[in-house]
């Protein structure tokens, strides 16, 4: 039995009414149905930015990442020390030792190969893989979040928690390094000597290179959080990005492409320890970054403004 | 099938007045599943608007479209129409359960979902989160985080953060979902009270007896089709009433009945039905009182929604939780 037959037999008084009385009754007509549309305030986007910025500097994840990061230059001063004080070693352990600044390059070094960017891409990876997760993201865009002004707020937290992250490194090494070792003129690797307000500032230039390095990596890790509801996908993606870029810049073949790849290019902060600076190695690596993001971020845009919220 | 149900109104352009408009809208999943098919909506502002349908018969799909959150395959539809940007912050939704973030506060949660709507003050936030958090009887548990929320706590907190704003229709995708019949009982009676309020409430369910209750319209769909939709007098009113007999004297029963016209006259051996027609049940059982058939019991059985969903479909109602 078909069932307009159906319809058409047993509910013959059936049509479909837009408009009762019964409606109007309860609600009288409104003025032309509100034509003009809410005012938006033009602040809206920064009261977003703040709340995705609480959001990120009070998730105890993030905060026990950011300590972790403090922490490692701590324990490496407290190591360099014990073991410069019994031994006449050469290389990185004498210049560190000698020097309360070089605790910070050393760190960042160190910490920017692998900890560094996995703090970044935690933030980043779950920033849209995240929030579709845990369905919070259908919300957010009901409200209206708009997906454009959305991504844009969510790539604006993860560049602030990039620099943020490396100006933990910086600063728990500097103190660490002012406490530990002699404050006094800084030997460059250039073998240059140079006062400490001028080492100071190269170590200003270093965070904002590798704030630069990590921002464009957390562009990677947007792009790729668009693509999935697991966050955890979107951050091992990127770290296998990260460590994948690391094996074929350690492969003399690949050498020519060394230079397109972040990892070579983060470790490029260096530049601010010769004399005189190496502007150009740090401009193209600057240079790439913004390659990386700008692309990164074409991804991220044109996959999550057409994609289907289904979580 | 239901294009030609919407015939008298499919051509009509999305008009301004109506709190929602659809034409047309269709959705097919990726795999080829038609989810939603070329659905003509027509809600009148004002109403109750029940969405009903049994379970994966799209209702959640067409709430995600007319939400933009799914793109539709064709179609087209408007909210209080408006641009869909302009008619997002006067709606208040709930689609497919309450989703928080687990370690903030119901609080602190209300106010991060106030930040990302671009018309909402945060002047003002304190105010309303307050109001919407005391509107639902949230109050006290503002300050608890949303981990330790109980289920109706959790709904409850979504349909609090629906209530942020001023707003002119809420979209609510089966709110008494999960709850136990006290959150039920709560939930139907806030949705009154918001409707009271002259706010229009477009409320989706695959429960009959709630749409009955609470809504002065419904639409009613299968398998991802409206088979019809109007006020919920006119959709029972194609289905007639019964009235029905309980008595010791059947066969006499059903004499007296007949000769008062009444149609369809059915015996059973302790009860007679009939359809009621336009007769009053008080006439009809002075009638058999007067004609000496003993009646123990008399009552008229009401079409409902499922009698309408059933003869329209020939389908029974799969109704669960
Ligand atoms: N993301 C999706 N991909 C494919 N099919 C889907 C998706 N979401 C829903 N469906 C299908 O669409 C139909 C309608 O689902 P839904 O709208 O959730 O129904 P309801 O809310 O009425 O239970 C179901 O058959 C469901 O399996
Ligand atoms: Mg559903």
Redesign the interface.
């Known amino acids: ?4 037959e ?2 058409t037999r ?11 009385s ?3 009754e ?2 009288p ?2 003025p ?4 003009v ?5 033009s ?3 920064w ?2 930015l ?2 995705e910025l609480g ?1 990120t500097f009070r ?2 994840r993030n905060l026990v990442m950011l300590g972790v990061l403090a922490g490692v230059p701590v324990v490496m001063g407290v190591a360099l020390r014990l073991v410069a004080a019994d031994a006449e070693l050469g290389g990185i352990v004498t210049s560190v030792a000698g020097n309360s600044l070089m605790l910070t390059f050393a760190s960042l070094s160190f910490l920017v190969v692998l900890l560094m960017p996995v703090a970044v891409a935690m933030v980043a990876g779950d920033a849209i893989a995240g929030e579709a997760g ?3 993201l ?9 997906r454009t ?2 991504l844009a707020v969510k790539y604006l937290n993860a560049v602030v928690f990039s620099f943020a992250v490396t100006a933990v490194v910086a600063l728990s090494a500097l103190v660490t390094g002012l406490i530990m070792f002699p404050v006094g003129p800084v030997t460059l690797l250039s073998g240059t000597t140079v006062p400490v307000a001028e080492g100071l500032l190269r170590i200003l230039i270093s965070v904002g290179y590798v704030g630069a390095g990590m921002a464009a990596l957390a562009a990677v890790a947007l792009a790729l959080s668009t693509f999935t509801e697991v966050s955890i996908g979107a951050v091992a993606g990127t770290m296998v990005i990260v460590i994948v870029s690391q094996v074929l810049r350690a492969i003399p073949q690949f050498d020519g492409l060394a230079d397109y790849l972040l990892p070579a290019r983060w470790t490029g902060f260096d530049g601010a320890l010769r004399s005189p600076i190496d502007t150009g190695a740090m401009a193209e690596g600057l240079l790439t970054f913004g390659a990386y993001i700008v692309l990164s971020g074409s991804v991220a845009w044109a996959r999550f403004s ?1 994609k ?3 979580s | ?1 239901t294009r ?3 015939a ?2 499919g051509a009509a352009p999305p ?4 709190a929602i408009v659809t034409r047309g809208l269709t959705k097919r999943f990726r795999g080829g599943q038609v989810a939603v098919d070329s659905l003509d909506l ?1 809600v ?4 109750v608007y029940g969405f009903l349908g049994p379970n994966g018969s799209g209702k959640t799909t067409t709430i ?1 479209m007319l ?5 539709p395959t064709a179609g087209e539809h408007t909210l ?12 208040g ?1 709930l ?3 309450p ?6 506060s119901g609080e602190a949660n209300l ?12 002047a003002t936030v304190r105010r309303r989160v307050g109001e919407a958090l005391d509107r639902v009887g949230l109050g006290a548990a503002a300050g608890k985080r949303y981990r330790n929320y109980s289920l109706g706590m959790r709904q409850r907190l979504a349909i609090a ?1 629906a209530l942020l704003g001023p707003r ?1 229709l809420l979209v609510l995708d089966e709110p008494t979902n999960g709850l136990d019949p006290q959150g039920t009982r709560e939930v139907r009676a806030l949705v009154k009270e918001i ?1 009271a309020d ?1 706010t ?1 409430v477009f409320v989706s369910s695959h429960l009959l007896a709630e749409v009955e209750q609470m809504c ?2 419904a639409a009613i769909m299968s398998t991802g089709r409206l ?5 919920i007098a ?2 029972s ?3 007639v009433s019964r009235v029905r007999i309980e008595t010791p004297d059947p066969a006499g029963a059903a004499r007296v009945l007949a000769a008062l016209g009444l149609a369809d006259v059915r015996a059973t051996d302790a009860e007679v039905t009939a359809e009621l027609g336009g007769h009053a049940p008080e006439r009809v059982n002075a009638a058999l009182v007067g004609e000496g058939v003993a009646v123990r019991g008399l009552s008229v059985v009401r079409p409902s929604l499922e009698d ?1 969903f059933v ?4 389908e029974g109602f799969d109704v669960d939780g």
């Open positions: 039995m078909s069932t307009a159906t319809r047993t509910t013959p008084g059936l049509v479909p009414v837009p408009e009762t019964r409606a109007t309860r609600r007509p409104e032309p149905a509100g034509a549309p809410p005012r938006r305030s602040s809206a986007f009261r977003l703040g709340s959001l998730r105890p845990t369905g919070t259908r919300y957010l865009l009901a409200a209206p979040a708009g002004r959305l057409g289907d919220i289904t | 099938m030609e149900a919407g008298p109104f008009s301004a007045g109506a027509d009148p502002r004002g109403s995600r939400l933009g959150l799914v793109a209080l129409g408006l641009p869909l940007a302009g008619a997002l912050p006067r709606v939704a689609v497919e359960g989703a928080f973030y687990p370690y903030l106010r991060r979902f106030d930040a990302a709507d671009p018309t909402a003050s945060g953060a002119e409707a002259g229009t002065t319209h088979v019809a939709q109007g006020t006119s959709l009113g194609g289905q309408v003869g329209l479909t020939g």
